[in-house]
């Protein structure tokens, strides 16, 4: 051992306190006190949340305390919406178009992945081959069209100022 003890009786009283040690951590990992073992495992995240209530009978249960779940959550959705900058943000990039392009975009990308899951699901191994492709070579693709059209339209565009000037 690397402590020197003066005696038995310390080293008595050491096991005690290291048996209660291990006493007191089982309850928690069995879950004796449900609020005091989520607590503890959460580091107390967990304790505004729960309340311990007792019912009819006189046993202990612990209850979500939804007046506070509610509260937090409108709040947040409250400073989302009511955040100037955000608000901007939605309303210009609808009016941008960006909006038009998302919707366009997500209805692309489920057209294309219902096809691929439809040819991965398919016994010919050739539609199997497809499908694969769209699903690993295809966004690898759209990334390479999508850059090249962004740098055509920017070349077009310097060009037209150019002759503008």
Do not use: H
């Amino acid at each position: 051992m690397s402590a020197k003890y003066e005696s038995i009786q310390e080293l008595r009283i050491k096991k005690k306190l290291l048996k209660n040690e291990i006493n007191d951590l089982e309850g928690l990992l069995t879950f004796k006190n449900t609020k005091e073992s989520l607590s503890a495992f959460t580091n107390g995240l967990t304790d505004q949340y729960l309340q311990e209530k007792v019912d009819e009978d006189g046993d202990e249960k612990i209850v979500l305390r939804k007046d506070v779940i509610a509260k937090q959550l409108a709040s947040e959705v409250k400073d989302v919406f009511m955040n100037k900058n955000t608000a901007l943000g939605i309303a210009s990039s609808a009016f941008k178009g960006n909006a038009l392009d998302s919707v366009v975009k997500l209805g692309v990308t489920a057209l294309v992945g219902n096809y691929a899951k439809k040819n991965m699901g398919s016994s010919n191994w050739k539609k199997k081959l497809i499908g694969a492709a769209l699903i690993y070579i295809a966004p690898i693709a759209l990334k390479m069209v999508r850059k090249k059209l962004e740098e055509y339209q920017k070349n077009k565009s310097v060009s037209s100022l150019e002759q503008l000037i």
